[in-house]
């Protein structure tokens, strides 16, 4: 009974859509603020519930499950339609639900007047639903199915603006980007079919643990292509290029889809097919390795940034490559944490950016605000917050969740990969200064601007107390056993404690936390100075790197496709066919032409047939 | 086999023909209304078979089989399997579709239009049912004359040159298929007893290797057109750009289906070692095709030409599927034909109904329809998910089992034709930007008419189909399950098939061993 309640967490979401999309023409706003927050609410409250009621089950019989309906089959393989609610689904549920129902809120209030009022609500619902298929599958092509349907999502709503190119453009990059990663998802998915049998995630695990033997290539390279789409789905270096420009679409669609769940999507996926990591471990250096790169590459490059939301966006790069570092060095639950933390704060983060912009008639540029907190101090309270909170002040919830994955890092893999996440760390101070000039010293704008309203405020406080406290269940300190992780059943297998690692982390965690408080202060001295260091263009274009990419790749796609449109298709093959064509007519003529009508001419060539045949026997008979 | 006693196929065929009939004696102004009674009721017969057909019973089912022309072997069977079970109710869907676009859209020799598209869809499904060769290419080429009228008299300027390359194309590859028809009937005879064009007893004869290839490739080369394959297509996208939107709808809904139908029907079952001999070359065609397609339909102005390009590319993946010869590769070439008919069929209305707008096609001169007409918009870019294979609709189902097919086939071929998941996204949504998005850049300063009532009922069953294949695929493919294992079991070069030659491999071994014992003694 509990198991089948399942499938309402999603459709609920998708009921909504389906209201506005089909029912919703010619309503008012209020109506379709109403269908759509009411069923993300009403999601939202049956997903507490199951959570209270998954707490009150003892810990090893926390999974619910339900198969709704068999998909399709291929000889002994079985597709079902099947979703399946453990703890670790429960906390991306609980996350898309609750950060999502607050920017349905919010965003009821931020879209007001936008032509598009419906179309925004109407794909706004089908990311939650399809967000919750993704998590809440019970196997990789369910899960595929949400994941394509959340970047359908992302698509539409990147390019809400659908007039303005840059938009279009945007949404386009997104979805191409991403289905290059899911290329290697898709082909992940088929080998773990023809490998193992099933797609199933519990079959999967069972099968890895007590199945007959593969290969632990075999298993690395299922895990590898997999990954692959993770990082499509989850900007990680070199298939972030999509992220900074989704920034086109809507500040709360940044907020909700990439920031706070859909780009998360790839931590979780990894999470889910931790049995194949476990199995393959040497697949998790390469986790460990691209998550430190696109951490440290973002965060240099959210500093070049003056558009704060593409300051946001790139650190959410930078933010994700942190969780991946944690799933390398197979800290399962310490990713997990850190993505619940990070959704939290980068939500109210771009919440609070968009009542920024709004108040400020579409201004992004960091260059021309400063000193909002006098004229804003609601907003700019709740996002100093969010800012303390990324940079990981002690005691906020960034600090709790990033202190773990750094010491995870120093554990397995060394002083030097430590040290440079911990730049990275620093990275994240420097640029949080940045952003903190917006709502110092002195202002930079001309005008009022309009203060908030309750719709807006509301989610951006609610969120902000979250951002504050949301690392208690990441406690105790130091420990991989933390209440977070003993929720999840995830917790790595324990080294027996050792008093000189526990000092050493303690010493590390202490220097940590000073280094990022002083760059923090010496970063917001810096940046609301009279005088502001120059941007650099170097890290305002991310290293070039989408120039790299439009020389390596677009333009010869391009020129290709051109090349073969003009010379081979048009000249080469139709040519030939057309050659053909002319050859056949060219015959025609020349044999029409024997035909004069005269009876000379056709005496004159009946002789000589008869010659050459007479000629022709002779020959064969004299050569047999 | 079953025979029902009430002659369904052959009334599938002849409703059209009644109608084509009716037409021809009434007077214009009901041309279009006896067409679509025509139409309709040859829908609702097409509809039947999916009730009665009997799931995972092997063999054909609803045949017919009477005597036509005795002396030569040639007989009226027909009959269906999984194989053709879904693409009757596929035509007869189509058929109606493109009756109701036509509505506004002919204005001369309305008579003449509207028969030469019941005499296509006579042909059409004739094709799908007949199980005799003969029978089969009466059909086969029945459906070229009224195709051939439908894009030279009723096409856009160059229709002359693009309906003589369709017609002199498919007679080019239909005459090698005769000629290897009237082989195969002498082949009856020296092995069966009888001369005959009857495909079931064909698939009983042992085609000796020797003649295989050659027999193959008259075969193939006749089909390889059809569906169309790299390199030759090139007929294709001028047909699509000068034929009116109803013979766009039903030259890429179906007829492109008969390359792939043929080949399964006849190649594969009539020449196993040949098929397999050819394998390697037809999947590197096919694959070529996947990838130049998608590049080609990136590099065109002309909303058509881009569409049929793009049918280049799905149809070649649909070639290198089957030829795996694996249960999934075949589910998911049978599926897919079913899916690129319904997805590109639909994006030719569309496409047609855009036109009818803005009279014009070319990508250059479209953008910002979809603030000005939403529902067209949303319909559009559904099809056009669907075509992206975006899982939940129906592309996705046959682009999985063709890539599963392809990959149990070989690791690589799987990573080859995934590719295009990757293309097809680039050309389509580069497509749907520039139709819809952005500013509009047409000079006619008019036609923001969103989908009238007629346009959303042709639509909408269209897109429940999309939504219903992609959700609940296993309706289908339970169906086309015996009939895909019954292809590979024909197909498979087994030892049933090799008997002669295992015999002559026994003697001659026989002869071997035994001979060092007779000189021993």
């Known amino acids: 009974m509990l198991s089948e309640s399942i499938w309402i967490l999603t459709a609920l979401p998708a009921l909504g859509a389906l209201v506005n999309g089909l029912l919703g023409a010619g309503w008012r706003e209020k109506g379709i603020a109403a269908v759509a927050v009411g069923s993300v609410g009403l999601a939202l409250a049956a997903a507490l519930a199951l959570l209270a009621q998954m707490l009150s089950l003892p810990a090893g019989d926390r999974t619910l499950s339900v198969t709704l309906w068999r998909w399709l089959s291929d000889g002994a393989l079985h597709v079902r339609v099947g979703f399946v609610l453990d703890s670790l689904a429960m906390v991306m549920v609980t996350v898309i639900l609750f950060v999502g129902f607050l920017i349905h809120l919010y965003s009821a209030g931020y879209m007001k007047g936008e032509p598009g009022y419906r179309r925004y609500f109407v794909c706004l619902n089908l990311f939650v639903f399809f967000m919750l298929v993704l998590v809440l599958a019970d196997n990789l092509v369910v899960t595929f199915v949400g994941w394509e349907g959340v970047g359908l999502c992302s698509y539409l709503l990147i390019g809400f603006w659908h007039e303005k190119k840059s938009a279009c453009d945007a949404g386009r990059k997104a979805f191409v980007v991403n289905r290059i990663g899911d290329f290697g998802f898709l082909l992940g998915i088929l080998m773990a079919a023809v490998t193992f049998g099933t797609v199933n995630y519990g079959d999967l695990a069972r099968l890895l643990a007590t199945g007959p033997a593969v290969s632990e290539g075999a298993v690395a390279a299922i895990a590898l292509l997999l990954f692959m789409g993770a990082m499509g789905k989850s900007a990680q270096f070199p298939l972030h290029v999509w992220l900074p420009d989704a920034m086109e679409g809507p500040t709360p669609v940044s907020a909700l889809i990439h920031a706070a769940t859909m780009v998360n999507a790839g931590v979780y996926l990894m999470c889910r097919i931790a049995p194949f990591l476990e199995k393959a471990p040497a697949v998790l250096p390469v986790i460990a390795v691209v998550g430190l790169v696109t951490a440290l590459y973002a965060s240099f490059c959210a500093l070049g940034q003056r558009d704060i939301k593409r300051v946001l966006a790139y650190s959410t790069v930078s933010q994700i490559g942190y969780m991946f570092v944690a799933l390398g060095c197979g800290l399962w639950a310490a990713g997990m944490f850190h993505l619940l933390t990070h959704g939290i704060f980068k939500g109210l983060l771009f919440l609070a950016a968009g009542a920024v912009i709004h108040a400020l008639d579409g201004e992004q540029d960091l260059g021309r605000m400063g000193g909002l907190l006098r004229e804003l101090p609601a907003v700019s309270v709740t996002f100093m917050a969010g800012l303390l909170a990324l940079a990981g002040i002690f005691p906020l919830s960034g600090f709790v969740s990033k202190d773990a994955i750094l010491w995870g890092g120093f554990e397995r893999y060394g002083a030097l990969f430590w040290l440079a996440a911990f730049g990275g760390a620093l990275m994240t101070a420097l640029y949080s200064g940045k952003l903190f000039s917006a709502f110092l010293g002195r202002r930079r704008f001309e005008g009022h601007p309009h203060r908030p309203g309750p719709l807006i405020v509301m989610p951006l406080a609610t969120l902000a107390v979250f951002a504050l406290l949301a690392g208690i269940p990441g406690l105790p300190l130091f420990t991989a056993d933390t209440f977070f992780a003993r929720f999840l059943g995830m917790t790595a297998a324990q080294a027996a404690p050792d008093a000189a690692a526990h000092n050493l982390e303690v010493a590390l965690t202490v220097l940590q936390s000073l280094a990022v408080l002083a760059v923090l202060a010496g970063a917001i001295r810096l940046f609301t100075r009279e005088r502001r260091p120059a941007d650099s263009t170097v890290l305002a274009s991310g290293f070039g790197i989408d120039r790299l990419y439009d020389f390596l790749l677009v333009r010869p796609l391009k020129a290709c496709a051109r090349f073969f449109a003009i010379i081979i298709d048009a000249r080469l093959i139709d040519g030939a066919v057309n050659g053909l064509g002319s050859l056949s007519m060219a015959l025609g003529r020349f044999s029409a032409g024997l035909q004069t009508g005269q009876l000379r001419h056709y005496a004159v060539s009946l002789i000589a047939g008869a010659f050459a045949l007479i000629a022709l026997t002779v020959c064969l008979a004299g050569g047999l | ?521």
């Open chain 2, 1 to 521: 086999m079953t025979t029902n006693d009430f002659p369904l196929l052959s009334v599938m065929i002849v409703l059209p023909l009644a109608g084509s009939a009716l037409v021809l004696l009434l007077a214009e102004r009901w041309a279009r209304t006896v067409s679509l009674a025509a139409a309709l009721s040859t829908f609702l017969a097409t509809l039947a078979p999916l009730y009665l057909f009997r799931t995972g019973q092997p063999g054909f089912q609803f045949v017919e089989h009477y005597p036509w022309v005795g002396a030569l072997g040639i007989s009226w069977h027909l009959g269906i399997d999984g194989l053709s079970l879904f693409l009757l109710p596929l035509t007869g869907f189509l058929s109606l579709a493109a009756v109701l676009v036509s509505w506004n859209a002919v204005g001369q020799k309305v008579k003449a239009y509207f028969v030469s598209f019941l005499v296509l869809e006579a042909g059409m499904l004739g094709v799908f049912a007949a199980l005799d060769a003969i029978l089969f290419y009466v059909f086969w080429e029945a459906m070229l004359i009224p195709m051939f009228l439908i894009i030279g008299i009723w096409g856009s300027e160059n229709r002359r040159y693009a309906a003589l390359k369709f017609i002199l194309y498919t007679v080019a590859g239909s005459l090698f298929l005769l000629v290897g028809f009237i082989v195969m009937a002498f082949l009856a005879q020296s092995q069966g007893g009888a001369f005959s064009f009857d495909l079931t007893r064909w698939m009983a004869l042992r085609v000796p290797a020797s003649h295989q290839y050659w027999l193959f490739a008259f075969f193939f080369l006749a089909f390889a057109v059809k569906v169309p394959l790299f390199p030759l297509h090139t007929w294709l996208p001028d047909a699509h750009v000068e034929a009116p939107t109803a013979g766009s709808v039903l030259l890429a809904g179906v007829l492109l289906k008969m390359g792939v139908y043929g080949i399964l029907r006849f190649c594969f079952p009539l020449f196993p070692e040949a098929t397999a001999f050819f394998t390697p070359a037809v999947m590197t065609l096919g694959l070529i095709g996947v990838i130049y397609g998608a590049l080609l339909a990136f590099a065109q102005e002309d909303l058509k030409r881009l569409v049929a390009y793009s049918s280049v590319s799905h149809m070649g993946l649909i070639v290198v599927g089957i030829f795996c010869l694996n249960l999934a590769g075949l589910k998911g070439g049978i599926v897919q034909m079913l899916n690129h008919g319904l997805s590109t069929g639909a994006l030719f209305i569309l496409v047609g109904a855009l036109y009818e707008r803005k009279k014009t096609r070319n990508l250059n001169r479209l953008g910002g329809l979809a603030g000005r007409t939403p529902v067209l918009a949303t319909f559009f870019v559904i099809t056009m998910l669907s075509s992206v294979g975006l899982p939940g609709l129906n592309g996705f189902v046959g682009e999985f089992l063709l890539l599963m097919g392809s990959f149990q086939f070989a690791w690589w071929l799987g990573a080859l034709a995934a590719t295009s998941v990757v293309l097809g996204a680039v050309y389509l949504l580069w497509m749907t930007q520039r139709v819809l998005f952005e500013k509009d850049r047409s000079p006619e300063r008019s036609g923001f008419a969103d989908f009238s009532l007629r346009e959303r009922i042709v639509m909408t069953p269209l897109v429940l189909l999309m939504f219903l294949i992609g959700l609940f695929p296993a309706a289908l493919t339970d169906r086309l399950e015996p009939t895909a294992r019954e292809i590979i079991s024909v197909s498979a070069p087994g030892p049933a098939r090799e008997a002669p030659q295992t015999a002559d491999a026994k003697i001659m071994m026989e002869e071997v061993t035994h001979g060092p014992q007779h000189s021993g003694r």
